[in-house]
Nanobody, 127 residues
Framework: VQLQASGGGLVQPGGSLRLSCAAS????????VGWFRQRPGKERELVAG??????????LYPDSVKGRFTISRDNAKNTVYLQMNSLKPEDTAVYYC???????????????????WGQGTLVTVSS
């Protein structure tokens, strides 16, 4: 599976962005997908995860983004989206999408469990 992340850019605090993760080369609906971010000097962290359709499509968010970020998937388009609202300067990071299979819910936040990664897209939140 090849992943292509897009949609990053510069946005003012309080603004919104939608990131896209387009997949090719596999049946994307059978993969769990996570959006991770990496801020300067910080470890890569999960900001949203969604399980595959066969496992109910359950979503997972850390407290830092809960209520502001929404992950969704369009299996017909082989694409997963990350809608980011009420953005804050601390959301500035490179955002990556990743895909993996047969992942239990507790492993969704572990970046080491993902087999495929997109190239990253930079999100800058600044006035």
């Amino acid at each position: 599976v090849q992943l292509q992340a897009s949609g990053g850019g510069l946005v003012q605090p309080g603004g919104s962005l939608r990131l896209s993760c387009a997949a090719s080369g596999g049946t994307f609906s059978t993969y769990a997908v996570g959006w991770f971010r990496q801020r300067p000097g910080k470890e890569r962290e999960l900001v949203a995860g969604i399980r595959e359709r066969g496992r109910g499509g359950t979503t997972l968010y850390p407290d830092s983004v809960k209520g502001r970020f929404t992950i969704s998937r369009d299996n017909a388009k082989n694409t997963v989206y990350l809608q980011m609202n009420s953005l804050k300067p601390e959301d500035t990071a490179v955002y990556y999408c990743a895909a993996g299979r047969n992942m239990i819910l507790s492993s969704i936040s572990d970046h080491n469990r993902y087999s495929y990664w997109g190239q990253g897209t930079l999100v800058t939140v600044s006035s």
